[in-house]
T-cell receptor, first 110, second 114 residues
Framework: DAKTTQPNSMESNEEEPVHLPCNHS???????IHWYRQLPSQGPEYVIH?????VNNRMASLAIAEDRKSSTLILHRATLRDAAVYYC???????????WGAGTKLIIKP | NAGVTQTPKFQVLKTGQSMTLQCAQD?????MSWYRQDPGMGLRLIHY???????DQGEVPNGYNVSRSTTEDFPLRLLSAAPSQTSVYFC?????????????FGPGTRLTVL
């Protein structure tokens, strides 16, 4: 199964953009790229997902490399409430499993 | 909609005891799954189901059983609890639709096995 690799942690200042990278060099052609985040003591929540094209929603943007071997989650203006662990995940259509990495702990400094 | 609900929120067991973690969803989702999360780690898939009567194993199924008799409910049974099963357990549900749909997670059950 394809795996994802993310930095353990990142820091950013409040009200500045944040770019969270993810490598998935062994991604297959049918794997979707998902991002979830987990606030302390809560279950994960959906952020965004995409296949090949860049995606935007009210929470974030997802930039996918042309070769699909990496992607970047963009938070346009981070707030203190965005402090969480962000997971980059691949969904394997072949066996209906989400493949979770270790995630990136995002620290927002006021 | 209540979304995904899990009971209990907290549970302490002794080694060898059995119990069932409950999970229910009211969104008519076909896909349901159980994960465990150990401290400082990501989620690991235990079992999943793509519809009533259909279940399959995930990455770490040993020591756990599941069944899916209705669309709404997906209980997780610990057969004989061991300290290694101390963890936070999350249930999730979502549509199938090529498995690209959003997954909705419950608040979790914190299990301690002594």
């Amino acid at each position: 199964d394809a795996k994802t690799t993310q930095p353990n942690s990142m820091e950013s200042n409040e009200e500045e953009p944040v770019h969270l990278p993810c490598n998935h060099s062994t991604i297959s052609g049918t794997d979707y790229i998902h991002w979830y985040r987990q606030l302390p003591s809560q279950g994960p929540e959906y952020v965004i997902h995409g296949l090949t094209s860049n995606v935007n929603n009210r929470m974030a943007s997802l930039a996918i490399a042309e070769d699909r071997k990496s992607s970047t989650l963009i938070l346009h203006r981070a707030t203190l409430r965005d402090a969480a662990v962000y997971y980059c995940i691949l969904s394997a259509l072949s066996n209906y499993q989400l493949i979770w990495g270790a995630g990136t702990k995002l620290i927002i400094k006021p | 909609n209540a979304g995904v609900t899990q009971t209990p929120k907290f549970q302490v067991l002794k080694t060898g005891q059995s119990m069932t973690l409950q999970c229910a969803q009211d969104m008519n989702h076909e896909y349901m799954s159980w994960y465990r999360q150990d401290p400082g780690m990501g989620l690991r898939l235990i079992h999943y189901s793509v519809g009533a009567g259909i279940t399959d194993q995930g990455e770490v199924p040993n020591g756990y059983n599941v069944s899916r008799s209705t669309t709404e409910d997906f209980p997780l049974r610990l057969l004989s609890a061991a300290p290694s099963q101390t963890s936070v357990y999350f249930c999730a549900s979502g549509g199938l639709a090529g498995f690209t749909d959003t997954q909705y997670f419950g608040p979790g059950t914190r299990l301690t096995v002594l």
